[in-house]
C-alpha cells in the first residue's frame, strides 16, 4: 500500500535534504557509481544493516556492566554513553558504531571490548520518483530490497530507461548508485538483492 501521510512526509522530508546537499556543490545530478563498479567492501556494506532515526540499540562494554545501555537513537540520530557522552549512531552499520565507540573507550578503559545490537528497527519507508507505476512513499516490512521496491511501485513503466535506476543514498556518505533493469530481474551480482536503508530515495529515468 502506498502511505500518503506520516511516513511519506518524513521521507519526502529526506528528499528535500538530498537535493540541498546537491544545491550545496556536495555532488551533481549527473553523479553516479554503477552498482558493478562498487569495490567489494562497499558493496558488501550496502548489504549490511544502517542504523537509523528511532532505532532501539543495546551496548554493552565488556566487564563494565555499569555502562551497558539500552536507548533509542533521537530524532537527532545521537545516543549518550558514560564516560564518552555523545554518539552519532544514525547512518552508522553496528559494525562501525561499535569500532568508533571501542576507539573512544580508550581514553577511559584498557583494551575496550564492545557489542552493539540492533533491538527494534524503525519501520523503512522509501520513495519511488520517476517512470514507475505508482510513484509514492511504500513501506518496506520484511523485505527491503531493490527489487521488492520496484514490485511495489507496480513495476517500470514503457517510457523508463531499462538501465537508469539509481539509488540515491545520503547517509553514511551521499551516493548515487545506478542499475539495469535486467542486472535487477536476474539479481546480478546481488543487484536485486540490494538492500535499502532509511533515507534512500530510488529513481527511475
Not at 40 to 68: C, F, P, T, W
Not at 85 to 114: F, H, M, W
Not at 115 to 126: G, H, K, R
Request: net charge neutral; glycine share 10%; proline share 4%.
Amino acid at each position: 500500500m502506498v502511505v500518503h501521510c506520516g511516513c511519506a512526509m518524513r521521507v519526502v522530508k529526506t528528499w528535500a535534504i538530498t537535493l540541498g546537499l546537491l544545491a550545496t556543490g556536495c555532488a551533481t545530478p549527473g553523479e553516479y557509481v554503477w552498482f558493478r563498479q562498487l569495490p567489494a567492501d562497499a558493496s558488501q556494506a550496502s548489504r549490511e544493516y544502517v542504523i537509523g532515526a528511532g532505532d532501539i540499540v543495546s551496548i554493552k562494554v565488556l566487564g563494565h556492566d555499569d555502562m551497558n545501555i539500552r536507548q533509542r537513537v533521537r530524532a537527532d540520530g545521537r545516543i549518550a554513553i558514560l564516560l564518552i557522552g555523545e554518539v552519532e549512531a544514525r547512518g552508522k552499520r553496528p559494525s562501525s558504531l561499535k569500532a568508533e565507540i571501542e576507539a573512544r573507550l580508550k581514553d577511559y578503559i584498557v583494551s575496550p571490548s564492545v557489542a552493539v545490537n540492533v533491538d527494534e528497527e524503525q519501520p523503512l519507508t522509501v520513495l519511488l520518483l520517476g517512470e514507475v507505476s505508482k510513484p509514492g512513499a511504500y513501506p518496506m516490512e520484511n523485505d527491503r530490497s531493490l527489487a521488492h521496491a520496484l514490485a511495489l511501485g507496480g513495476g517500470l513503466t514503457d517510457y523508463a530507461a531499462r538501465n537508469g535506476i539509481f539509488v540515491v543514498r545520503s547517509q553514511p556518505r551521499w551516493m548515487r548508485i545506478r542499475f539495469t533493469y535486467q542486472d535487477i530481474c536476474r539479481d546480478t551480482g546481488g543487484a536485486g538483492a540490494f538492500l535499502l536503508h532509511h533515507g534512500d530515495v530510488v529513481e527511475v529515468e
